[in-house]
């Protein structure tokens, strides 16, 4: 069996502090989205539509908002509202963690919808610039959690090859899958090959957010079953035995499916 090779959390020291790896792969993950979104905004149908690299700058400006209080408020909210509710100022205190995607989603949709309003787009037209450069981001921060040796995932056979230990998990040495790499590879990498081939041809609008919502909650829902629920939200305590995260995924997935279908229809691109 593999052990977690126990990276130091800081990647850079200064003097009693240091930036941690987890802030350097929010930092990839924003620097990621930049370099691909200015790929997107020089495509054809992108550059006719009058987008501009001062509007990918922006976009990230409103995501990253989006993403810090959506993420945060999400956890809060999804995840843990029973302890916040009697804890109100320790949700401020993001350096103790606590993000969740789902609501970094909510955070950034919101974010989305704001741009286009001020700018006299479309929420959709929007949102299909933005889909296809995400999963890389999602597949960073899935290298944070590795790298810190967090959200490690369920007890694996000991015979599998890349099986796992977390010291971190303190279980006496128990073999696990890890869980964050599965999903680097699949909500962030296999994700965005497949959004991005879909979205070098013209889409029309809706149909590029649509498939980001299904793939993204197929892929997420799959990877739970690897992971490690949260001690606090045990699975005898879930209807259908399904995580936390998975029940966030049903939604996602239906909505995706909806856009999709209804964006089909619409005879315009």
């Known amino acids: 069996m593999l052990v977690h090779p126990q990276f130091d959390p800081i990647a850079i020291h200064i003097g009693s ?11 990839a993950a924003f620097g990621l989205f930049l370099w691909l979104a200015n790929l997107r905004v020089k495509q054809p149908q992108w550059a006719a539509a009058g987008w501009t690299r001062r509007d990918v700058d922006d976009i990230l400006f409103f995501g990253v908002l989006g993403v810090v209080i959506g993420g945060r408020l999400g956890y809060v909210l999804f995840y843990k509202p029973d302890y916040y509710v009697h804890n109100l100022l320790e949700i401020f205190a993001v ?5 969740a995607f789902h609501g970094g989603l909510l955070g950034v949709i919101a974010a989305m919808w704001l741009f286009g309003r001020l700018r006299g ?3 959709f037209e929007v949102a299909d610039l933005v889909a296809p450069c995400v999963p890389t981001g999602l597949a960073a921060g899935r290298l944070g959690n590795f790298i810190n040796g967090e959200l490690w995932g369920r007890q694996a056979d000991a015979s599998l090859p890349w099986a796992m230990i977390f010291p971190q998990a303190n279980d006496g040495g128990i073999p696990r899958h890890p869980s964050q790499i599965y999903q680097f590879l699949g909500e962030g990498l296999l994700l965005f090959v497949l959004l991005w081939l879909y979205s070098r041809q013209p889409r029309k609008t809706g149909q590029v957010s649509g498939l980001f919502l299904v793939g993204y909650g197929i892929l997420r829902f799959a990877a739970e079953y690897f992971r490690e629920p949260d001690d606090f939200l045990p699975l005898d305590s879930r209807w259908l035995h399904l995580s936390q995260g998975q029940w966030l995924c049903v939604p996602m997935v239906l909505a995706g499916i909806v856009i999709w279908a209804w964006a089909s229809k619409r005879e315009k691109n």
């Open 17 to 27: 502090g240091g930036v941690h790896w987890y802030g350097l792969t929010y930092l």
């Open 121 to 123: 787009r479309s929420f």
């Open 95 to 99: 350096w103790k963690g606590g993000m």
